[in-house]
């Protein structure tokens, strides 16, 4: 795939948003479990209501982009993450 996806799920629907084209794929799962017809243009409040949800996610979510962490690790959290191949 290209871009930067994200996706939301709900018993009914599903909505992959690709935030480098701004582009989406709306699926309903009731009718298209296997996601091969995308409804999006004929279904703009459920595509709409449901991005709305992804990016409001995507702004609580996440951290301000300012080139350091707040964060402060014991050595045994550094420990476990140089493990993972988290840190160097």
């Known amino acids: 795939y290209e871009g930067l996806r994200?996706?939301?799920r709900t018993a009914d629907w599903k909505l992959i948003?690709?935030?480098?084209?701004?582009t989406g794929?709306?699926?309903d799962l009731r009718s298209d479990p296997?996601?091969?017809?995308?409804?999006?243009a004929q279904h703009l409040d459920v595509y709409n209501a449901l991005r709305d949800r992804i990016l409001a996610w995507?702004?609580?979510m996440t951290p301000p982009l300012s080139g350091h962490s707040d964060a402060t690790l014991t050595e045994e959290e550094r420990e476990r993450l140089r493990s993972?191949?988290?840190?160097n």
């Open 6 to 8: 994200y996706a939301i």
């Open 17 to 22: 948003l690709n935030l480098d084209t701004g």
């Open 25 to 27: 794929e709306l699926y």
């Open 34 to 40: 296997l996601e091969t017809h995308d409804v999006g």
């Open 58 to 60: 995507m702004r609580d």
């Open 84 to 87: 993972l191949g988290y840190l």
